[in-house]
Structures are given as C-alpha cells and as structure tokens.
C-alpha cells in the first residue's frame, strides 16, 4: 500500500488540479480518486506516470510508493 498522506501532500503542493494530474499522469480521474482513497493498489504504470508529473525523485517514489513492501521483506 502506498503512503497515501504523502502522495496527497505532493498532489497538493504540485500546484496542479487533481484532474490535470490524472490526465497528465495517463489515469482516470475516477481511478485516482480509488486510489487515493485505498480501493486498490497502484499499479507500475500508475506509480511511472505519476512520478512524472509529480517530478518525484527516485527516492521520494520509492518512500511513498515502495516503502511497506521493502520494509516487508526485511527479516
């Protein structure tokens, strides 16, 4: 599951509108919207389009949208 608070917060300060963002990003505006509010996973071609948009760095995706998994396989 991805870090939701964070994601929103970087939808937020992008300065962009949440449909501009799901256009831009190649999402339905619907889509998002389940996203964010924890109906499904995002998958690999989301999180790609959305780090673009957003100009997220490598390990600001990997934080938002990595960090449970990767704390999940830690022994």
Do not use: C, H, W
């Given at each position: 599951?991805?870090?939701?608070k ?36 995002f ?33």
């Amino acid at each position: 599951m991805a870090d939701i608070k964070a994601l929103k917060e970087k939808i937020n300060n992008s300065g962009m509108t949440f449909s501009s963002i799901a256009k831009k990003s190649g999402i339905l505006r619907e889509t998002l919207y389940n996203r964010l509010n924890g109906v499904s996973d995002f998958t690999a071609t989301e999180i790609v389009g959305l780090s673009r948009t957003l100009k997220l760095t490598k390990s600001e995706r990997d934080d938002i949208f990595l960090n449970e998994k990767l704390n999940d396989m830690q022994p």
